[in-house]
């Protein structure tokens, strides 16, 4: 059986503003014997007015779509153009809804992030700089998305992803099997990324990830899933995660009697994060560790100007 947990919550930042809380997630277990559940997350665009609402747009009509489509999808192997009809259904909707309140459209722009985990079968569409990260039956963690921005700055929201605009709108079935999926608005996610690790052999946080969706730790069931789901948030909403000053976003869908393969030790280790923070300021500012000519000297030379 699969089981799920997830909230969206208002960053620091926006507390301090007295903003809303612009994310949303919306998760749908099926009623049956509980081995397929669709769930998607959304953030809206903060300097849009309305954000908040299209982003709750969105999660609501994309899993509503694949909820009422995902019999005969699953029967006739087409998940990935049901997917792609909800994105569509899910832009259609935040514009009617732009029309009906008489509000410009670019006031509306959201990301949106979904998935079909069923069994140990994962599919999902992404667009936006939220991400998903899916833990497979083998032990690794695995970034299967990546941040959707502009110049590396810049969101592409739902609307501007389209097939109708710039076509940047991803739907695949992810290779292999999965223990577990984790979705997560940008806030959260880039948290499993940090930019020390880039280009690093695991370029995934792994002992932090680990916490929220490695079933050898998390032994999910139904009993438990809220209290891990209270753990969870209290530790995004402590110190520890201070540095996050965005809405923070998280989803986790566990396959109950999935056991992921437990990897070598050094897998699981802490970061030397002195060692990678020199890596990457060599990388950044190389010519601060040049040497300059003439700036060493024997040391017998220095000793005969001493005497």
């Known amino acids: 059986m699969i089981h799920s947990y997830g909230f969206s919550i208002a960053g620091s930042s926006h507390i301090k503003t007295g903003t809303v809380c612009q994310d949303a997630n919306k998760i749908l277990p099926d009623s049956g014997s509980g081995s397929l559940i669709i769930a998607a997350i959304a953030d809206g665009v903060g300097s849009c007015k309305y954000a908040e609402i299209a982003a709750e747009i969105a999660v609501k009509v994309s899993v509503s779509h694949c909820a009422k489509g995902i019999k005969s999808a699953l029967e006739k192997n ?98 292999g099997e999965y223990a577990s999926v984790l979705l997560a608005t940008d806030g959260v996610y880039d948290i499993f990324f940090p930019y020390l690790l880039k280009d690093q052999p695991v370029e995934i946080y792994v002992p932090l990830i680990r916490y929220f969706m490695d079933n050898n730790g998390l032994k999910v069931n139904k009993k438990n899933i809220k209290k891990l789901s209270d753990e969870r948030k209290e530790f995004l909403n402590s110190s520890a995660c201070e540095s996050i000053t965005d809405d923070k976003t998280i989803v986790v869908l566990v396959n109950e009697g999935v056991f992921p393969k437990i990897l070598e030790d050094t897998y699981y280790e802490e970061p030397d994060w002195d060692a990678l923070q020199e890596i990457w300021n060599r990388k950044a500012y190389p010519h601060l560790y040049k040497k300059k000519k003439g700036s060493t000297k024997s040391s017998k030379t220095t000793d005969r100007k001493k005497k």
């Open 78 to 175: 087409i998940l990935l153009e049901l997917m792609e009809n909800a994105f569509l259904n899910a832009e259609i909707a935040i514009e009617k809804k732009s029309r009906e309140d008489k509000n410009p459209l670019s006031e509306y722009e959201t990301t949106l992030d979904l998935v079909i985990f069923h069994n140990k079968t994962l599919y999902f569409g992404h667009c936006g700089d939220g991400g998903i990260v899916g833990l497979s039956v083998n032990g690794d963690y695995e970034k299967l998305t990546i941040p959707q921005k502009v110049e590396g700055i810049y969101v592409v929201p739902l609307r501007n992803g389209s097939a109708r605009r710039n076509n940047t709108w991803e739907f695949k079935k992810a290779e």
